[in-house]
């Protein structure tokens, strides 16, 4: 097992590009988180699976964010018409259902819209 | 709003001191307070965490104090080191979500 893997570590794009990450939770571990961090903040929720299912999505996440887990294991995180406001960490994290408080992150992906 | 507060934004100490890291919460629907230790350009990792019903937990070095009549708790690193100098956060977990600090940036002075 190694741990939550994100892809890619890092990402720079222009302004009005679409963009795509990818997280693969620790194998087994049914829930997926995905946060974003800016500098000097701590993370901030944008939405969670379980399994499959997109059971929660914050109220401040734009229309331009989507996500999935098509399969109930790795999910993506797609920023469409990026801004330069969405540069930031992105972070996945995975539990494990029956513990699902104990989450393990991943390293990120640093996103740098120009 | 921030549903977690932290402070101090930034902690220097000597080797060998104590560093003392506070939150404060409103919501009494959380029911799980970790604290996360993050390194530049990693994830945050778990450290140590506490649920509301014991005022004490330590591991090693670190110790949470909870208080839920003042609703705060604080993470204590006794025996800093340099290897501690890191970013840490606090969080509270309530429904299926966590909320984080605004994180404390620890430098520990050889």
């Known amino acids: 097992d190694t741990g939550v893997s994100q892809d890619p570590r890092h990402k720079i794009t222009k302004r009005g590009q679409n963009v795509t990450f990818r997280c693969d939770p620790i194998s087994e571990h049914n829930r997926l988180y995905w946060y974003r961090q800016t500098l000097g903040q701590g993370p901030e929720f944008l939405t969670y699976?379980?399994?499959?299912?997109?059971?929660?999505k914050s109220r401040l996440l734009s229309d331009r964010f989507s996500a999935e887990r098509p399969k109930g294991s790795f999910s993506t995180l797609e920023i469409q018409r990026t801004e330069q406001g969405d540069s930031a960490m992105y972070l996945c994290?995975?539990?494990?259902?029956?513990?699902?408080?104990?989450?393990?992150f991943g390293p990120g992906t640093r996103l740098l819209v120009l | 709003q921030q549903q977690v507060k932290q402070s101090p934004q930034s902690l220097i100490v000597q080797k060998g001191g104590i560093s003392i890291i506070n939150c404060a919460y409103e919501?009494?629907?959380?029911?799980?307070f970790p604290w996360y230790q993050q390194f530049p350009g990693k994830g945050p990792a778990l450290l140590i965490a506490i649920r509301p019903d014991v005022s004490e937990k330590k591991e090693g070095r670190f110790t949470i104090s909870f208080n839920k009549s003042a609703k705060q708790f604080s993470l204590h690193i006794m025996d800093s080191q340099p290897g501690d100098s890191a970013t840490y956060f606090c969080a509270a977990y309530t429904g299926n979500q966590f909320y984080f600090g605004t994180g404390t940036s620890l430098t520990v002075i050889p």
């Open positions: 994290a995975s539990s494990f259902f029956g513990n699902q408080e104990t989450q393990y």
């Open positions: 699976f379980q399994n499959e299912a997109q059971l929660e």
């Open positions: 919501n009494t629907a959380f029911d799980y």
